[in-house]
Nanobody, 124 residues
Framework: QVQLVESGGGLVQAGGSLRLSCAASGRFFSGYTMGWFRQAPGKERELVAAITGSRTNTYYADSVKGRFTISRDNAKGTVYLQMNSLKYEDTAVYYC?????????????????WGQGTQVTVSS
């Protein structure tokens, strides 16, 4: 199994920035795709950003393009999500996820392991 621990969430005013981190441990390999999902109350869990193990392919939801950046440090087994120009609509619980394949899937059932989530609240 792979264990994932998120950190970096919190309360921020609209226009501000946060950086989320997710540290992987256990039977984790650097070739695995990693992604960030978010879920707001009453809404479906959606993929925000993902990155392949080689870092040659990334995905961003249209709603965050130009504002969020996903990156990873394979030596540390950590993926990051830099969130800039935050909006109230970004408020959600953010989940780190791992896909054991080397490609990007855009739905939740494509991912095998999940963190417990970290709350991001953007005030307006």
């Amino acid at each position: 199994q792979v264990q994932l621990v998120e950190s970096g969430g919190g309360l921020v005013q609209a226009g501000g920035s946060l950086r989320l981190s997710c540290a992987a441990s256990g039977r984790f390999f650097s070739g695995y795709t990693m992604g960030w999902f978010r879920q707001a109350p009453g809404k479906e869990r959606e993929l925000v950003a993902a990155i392949t193990g080689s870092r040659t392919n990334t995905y961003y939801a249209d709603s965050v393009k130009g504002r969020f950046t996903i990156s990873r440090d394979n030596a540390k087994g950590t993926v990051y999500l830099q969130m800039n120009s935050l909006k109230y609509e970004d408020t959600a619980v953010y989940y780190c996820a791992v896909d054991r394949t080397s490609v990007i899937h855009t739905t939740t059932h494509g991912y095998d392991y999940w963190g417990q989530g970290t709350q991001v609240t953007v005030s307006s």
